[in-house]
């Protein structure tokens, strides 16, 4: 399925000629707190319900609603949950949270905190290093270790999804406090 997408300074131009602009920032928390597009509001995408996101607009049911994550690939995954659901007024934003900064448009800057993409690397890159010294020195058995690491790499690379960073998202360092970092716009 093709997702319609959109590059930032359109959909800032859409907003400054006065149509309503539905953004959800489909990243963690964590994330949003530490830098999110201006008109944009938090919806994990771990907790993404389409159904009731669309109940619960203020905008037209016809308007557009537009997702926004990191680069690109979560916005594009909440997207097709959307068009799953049924509803197919549903935009990705080109290159994410990323783009919207590198095109000067206005940002919203909280408390600074590693990225999942950043998470993601430092622990898969642990448990490689661990499991190849424990291999090593302790028992082969542990290289089956770093092994099943790599595969999750390859499957999380081919599929443009990734378990770890799924469970990362999760934990308690990458939740704030929703309702404080919620734009209603």
Known sequence: MSIPTI??????????RGNPVDLIDVRTPAEYREVHAE??????LETLDPRAIMEARDTPTDA???TI?????????????FHAAGFTNVVNVEGGTL???????????????????????????????LGTALGAFVHPGFLGLAAFVGAGLVFAGVTDTCGMGMILARMPWNRVNTEATTCSQ
């Open 7 to 16: 590059r930032p300074t359109e959909l800032e131009e859409l907003r400054r």
């Open 39 to 44: 008109p944009a509001r938090l919806v994990p």
């Open 64 to 66: 557009t609603v537009y």
């Open 69 to 81: 994550c990191r680069s690109g690939s979560r916005g594009r995954s909440a997207a097709e949950k």
């Open 99 to 129: 783009a919207w900064e590198q095109a000067g448009l206005p940002v919203v800057r909280g408390e600074k905190t590693v990225s999942l993409e950043r998470q993601v690397r430092i622990a898969a890159g642990s448990l490689v290093v």
